[in-house]
Each structure stands twice: as structure tokens, then as C-alpha cells.
């Protein structure tokens, strides 16, 4: 009975200290998209390169898209697991921070890639890239050259895009029209709604059913080729450059308030423009990285199309305006 009684209590004792042991490892909980945690994204890498760094546990939440996840944390509020928001972008960070869920970072962007300064103390920019439409050159001989050729050639080009209520993508499309069409872009968005295949929620989704032929161009990026001349050596698809320009995103961080784990949190943000991390951006997230000098990025990305002029509203604009446009083009699809 003695001996049965004090294998009992090693065993106990192996438990309480296996226990102990978990619960003084920290976890650190990122919202992101589901693109960046995929296989093929940056997020596996990310997380075993931070967690040999910083003796802690990274838990990866992906959401459909940026506008999702910032709808989620607006949901949440001060419950929110989350520690750390990574993919919502500049046409967003006015609104995020008006929700007062976010702390400041202590940061600066010594080493900014950007193409314009960059000064913002409650969100830091992991990468950058201009809004496309990607199509297959095999299959699309003659693929518009300018957004007003795609939306008003009633004989065009069957498209994919994302819903802007929920993608950062589809907002950025949402307000590329804008910048083109101004007061006229409801009647912008009926002319092209017919040729619209499918609104997705996500970029993930809507770059899928492009890839199994769902329709002849897709809304991505115009670093989306360098993807497959890289990872698959297949040339056949390509960005269609557009004459008035493209719309700028760039993509950022926050740490949450709410947060239990603020100081690894900024662990984590410093992490997020060291090299360690921003040299996975480019052949993973297939993006512009914020902080690694343009000569570093592989020479298939000499080959990708000049996105300029580059076109962006501010934040402050977006988050004035975004709810009245997105109305907009809810009645002008459903016309």
C-alpha cells in the first residue's frame, strides 16, 4: 500500500511540475489573416523564429481578411484574446485606433522601405504592395490597360474581388474606384457588376476560384506573379497595369490594450521589422517588406509592373467616408 501510495505521489508531483512548467511559459496571441498563417505563408516561419527567441508560446489566429479581423476586436473589445492585431491597413488604422483598443509601441522605423515617411506611434508597417487585377496571359490576350477600360467595355473581362466590409483588398478596390470615378462611381460599380463573378470574403478565397478558372482576372496585387515565377516557375500570369495608377496598401500592427502580455508584445513588434522577420516577407507574404532595402528582394521582382502613380486616401478620409461608400456600393450592386 506504501509503495502504491508514493507512486501516486511521484506521479502527482511529475503533473504539478508539468503543469508549473506550462503555465510559466507565456503565450502570445496574433490576429492575422489566414494567407499569412497558411503553409505557404509567413506565418510558420514567424512563429518558430520568435518562439526560439523569446521562450514563449505564439498562437496564430487566422481571419478572413484585415476588416475582419479588426470587426472582430471591435466585437470583442476589452475581452478580446488577442495581444497583438497583424494585417489591418492604413485605410484602417484611423478607425482602429478610435476604438481605443490599442496601446502606443514606443517605436521607431529607423530603417523605413517606404515610400514616404513614416509616423505613427500606436501602429508599426511589416510590408507594403498596389492593388492589381492578375490574369493569365495564355488565356487573356488583351487585357485592359487602365481601370476605366475594365469598367466600361461591356465586353470585358470577367472579374473576381472581395468584399469590402470584410477584406482589405476589396476595400482597397473600393476606394480605387473612388479615386478614379469620384461622385460617379456608383454608376461605375453597375456597369462592372455583370461581370463580376463572385464577391468573396477574403483574398484566399477569390484568388482560388481564379486559379481553377472561375473568371478571367482577379483582384490581388502586383506582386502576386512574382509567387508563381518563384515558387512554381510558371510565367503565364501577369498584373495588368493600369494608366491612372494603383492603389497603395500598407499593411501594420498594433498592440492591444487589453493585453496580458504587453512587454513580449512589443518583444514581438521589434521582432516584426528586424531582418529576421521582414527577410520572409517578400517569398512568403509576396509583398514589399517595410524595412529591407529594395536590392535585397529577388530579381523576379525586377520583372513585376510599375504600380505608380501610387494612389491612397488618409485614414482619417477612409474612416469619415468608408461606411457611406461601402453603402453605396451595396445598392449599386444590387441594381
Known sequence: MQLINRIIGVAFLCLFFAYAAQAATPTLVIYTYDSFTSEWG?????????????DCTVEMIGLEDGV????????EGKNTRADIVLGIDTNLTAEARATGLFETHGMSLETS???????????????????????????????????????????????????PRTSTPGLGLLLWMKKI???????????????????????????????K??????LSYTTSPAYHIIAEQDRRFAAAKFSEGHYQQIEVAGLVKSSQ???????????????SFQSLIATTNWMYPATLAVSKLPQEF?????????????????????RAWVNEWLEAMAK
Request: net charge negative; with cysteine; proline share 8%.
Open 42 to 54: 509567413p506565418g510558420p516561419q514567424v512563429k518558430k523564429a520568435f518562439e526560439q527567441q523569446c
Open 68 to 75: 475582419s479581423i479588426l470587426n472582430r476586436l471591435k466585437l
Open 113 to 163: 522601405a517606404l515610400p514616404d515617411p513614416w509616423d505613427d506611434s500606436m501602429f508599426l508597417p511589416y510590408d507594403y504592395g498596389y492593388f492589381a487585377f492578375v490574369y493569365n496571359q495564355e488565356l487573356l490576350k488583351n487585357p485592359p490597360d487602365s481601370l476605366k477600360q475594365l469598367v466600361e467595355d461591356p465586353r470585358g473581362p470577367t472579374i473576381l474581388i472581395q468584399d
Open 181 to 211: 470615378y469620384g461622385e460617379q462611381a456608383s454608376e461605375a460599380w453597375e456597369k462592372l457588376s455583370d461581370r463580376i463573378v463572385t464577391v468573396s470574403k477574403g483574398w484566399s478565397e477569390a484568388y482560388g476560384l481564379f486559379l
Open 213 to 218: 478558372g472561375e473568371a478571367d482576372m482577379v
Open 261 to 275: 502580455q504587453k512587454q513580449l508584445g512589443r518583444e514581438f513588434l521589434a521582432f516584426m521589422i528586424s531582418d
Open 302 to 322: 525586377n520583372a513585376l509592373i510599375d504600380p505608380s502613380p501610387a494612389l491612397l486616401f488618409d485614414d482619417e478620409t477612409v474612416a469619415r467616408k468608408r
